[in-house]
Structures are given as structure tokens and as C-alpha cells.
């Protein structure tokens, strides 16, 4: 069983950055890619970002490639999501999630784990 846990989310201003990060527990953190989705109000869950599992490789949504950057540390166990530029579009629960393949990928149906997500809430 792989756990997953995110925080750093919260309330920023229009223009501002947060950090989100996801510590991640049970399995071996290298052996999964890991990607980065959110869910708004009455939305579908969207995918934002993804890593394979050395790092080498990232893959972004069009909406977010500018702004997002994900990175992971397979020493500590964590992926983390740097956002900057935050819009009020941008208010969501964001998730993390383990998928057990090698490259990004952006189809939540090959992520087996996902965390409880964290609250973003953009202010304008």
C-alpha cells in the first residue's frame, strides 16, 4: 500500500506562488511516475503535471505549463508542485497521485494512488 499526503496549500492573492508537496510512504517512491491533478467545484478532475520516475522527464497541461513546475526528490520520498502566477481559475482541491508506469503520463487511470488533496483558494 503506498500512501500519499499533501500540504502546503492555502489562500493567496491573485499573482502569488505556493509550493505544494507530497510525501509519499509504503513502496519504493522510485518506482512510480508521479503527477499532479486538481478538482474545482462542479469541474472534472484535471490533469496539471507530471514526472517520470528518475526526474528526466516532465509533462504539462496547456494551462499550466507556463506558470507550474513539478519536480520530485526520490532521496526523500516527495514530489512537489511549485505554482506561480496564481489565478482565481487556479482554486481547486490539488492531488497528488502515484501512477506505477516509467514515463509522465496525464491519464488518471494509471494512477493507483492518490492523496486526500489540498485546498488552493486564489483570490482576485
Known amino acids: 500500500q503506498v500512501q500519499l499526503v499533501e500540504s502546503g496549500g492555502g489562500l493567496v492573492q491573485a499573482g502569488g506562488s505556493l509550493r505544494l508537496s507530497c510525501a509519499v510512504s509504503?513502496?519504493?517512491?522510485?518506482?512510480?511516475?508521479m503527477g499532479w491533478f486538481r478538482q474545482a467545484p462542479g469541474k472534472e478532475r484535471e490533469f496539471l503535471a507530471s514526472?517520470?520516475?528518475?526526474?528526466?522527464?516532465?509533462s504539462y497541461a496547456d494551462s499550466v505549463k507556463d506558470r507550474f513546475t513539478i519536480s520530485r526528490d526520490n532521496a526523500k520520498s516527495t514530489t512537489s508542485l511549485q505554482m506561480n502566477r496564481l489565478k482565481p481559475e487556479d482554486t481547486a482541491v490539488y492531488y497528488c497521485?502515484?501512477?506505477?508506469?516509467?514515463?509522465?503520463?496525464?491519464?488518471?487511470?494509471?494512477?493507483?494512488?492518490w492523496g486526500q488533496g489540498t485546498q488552493v483558494t486564489v483570490s482576485s
Open positions: 497521485a502515484a501512477a506505477g508506469v516509467s514515463f509522465p503520463t496525464g491519464r488518471s487511470y494509471e494512477y493507483s494512488y
Open positions: 509504503g513502496r519504493t517512491f522510485s518506482s512510480y511516475a
Open positions: 514526472i517520470s520516475r528518475s526526474g528526466g522527464s516532465r
